[in-house]
């Protein structure tokens, strides 16, 4: 579609230079959308692989509680995990990727993971905790993963659409105008010669 603008000779020059950043703009953001899909693409499959390594560690972690539930009985089991003495705080930082602003979850544990006489209790529950504690840690990393993943899309489909936008739309537009501009500066000159030829002829023949 082509612009609304005056046909001269600065606008011309304006139009070719306002064409030149809107190509280097294309470039520069379709390799930002070419290296956002490939750090994309990596995460899906990080993602894919730590979520089945968390889902197994999650079946494993709740077979032992359920061994020592049977083993220990569920009042001592219930009992025995009731007063916690661990605390768990996680951390958000934020880290840069391609200029999107990813947030980084980091797990922090103080304190005992046993809070329980261990002569009472059922050796299973031990052992399901440390399993649970562990697993807790591939959680947060793959919470992380995630929302990279999610904010990293929405970057991905701003981009595409800024990317079709000067693709689709104004680089076009600025082409066909300077197409346009060109020819009409063409024709004036054509109009200018041919009435210079003619004045020329009009004074050669009252010589």
Same mark, same amino acid.
């Given at each position: 579609?082509?612009?609304?603008? &005056? ?6 020059? =304006? ?5 030149? @950043? ?17 750090? /994309? ?9 730590? =979520? ?12 032992? /509680? ?19 003495? #661990?605390? $768990?705080? !996680? ?9 999107? *602003? !990813?947030?980084? /979850? ?11 006489? @261990?002569?009472? $209790? ?7 905790? !440390?399993?649970?504690? =562990? !697993? ?28 079709? *936008? ?10 066909? $105008? ?13 109009? &200018?010669?041919? =009435?210079?030829? #003619?004045?020329?002829?009009?004074? #050669?023949?009252? $010589?």
């Amino acid at each position: 579609m082509k612009l609304a603008v &005056n046909p001269t000779r600065m606008e011309l020059l =304006r139009l070719r230079k306002r064409l030149v @950043l809107a190509r280097r703009g294309h470039k520069l953001l379709k390799d930002k959308q070419d290296e956002l899909m490939k750090r /994309f693409m990596g995460l899906v499959h990080q993602i894919k692989d730590l =979520r089945l390594s968390v889902e197994h560690e999650l079946e494993e972690a709740w077979k032992r /509680f359920l061994i020592a539930r049977a083993v220990g009985g569920a009042e001592i089991v219930e009992g025995a995990v009731s007063m916690p003495t #661990r605390k $768990t705080c !996680v951390e958000v930082r934020k880290q840069q990727i391609m200029n999107v *602003a !990813v947030p980084e /979850f980091k797990l922090s544990t103080e304190g005992k993971i046993a809070s329980y006489g @261990l002569a009472t $209790t059922p050796a299973e529950l031990d052992t399901a905790l !440390v399993a649970m504690e =562990r !697993v807790l840690g591939r959680m947060v990393e793959l919470a992380s993963k995630e929302k990279a993943l999610e904010l990293i899309g929405d970057e991905i489909e701003r981009t595409r659409r800024r990317v079709n *936008a000067l693709e689709y739309v104004l680089i076009p537009s600025l082409e066909e $105008t300077i197409r346009y501009i060109s020819m009409k500066l063409s024709e004036m000159e054509r109009g &200018n010669l041919t =009435r210079l030829m #003619r004045v020329k002829e009009i004074v #050669r023949g009252r $010589t």
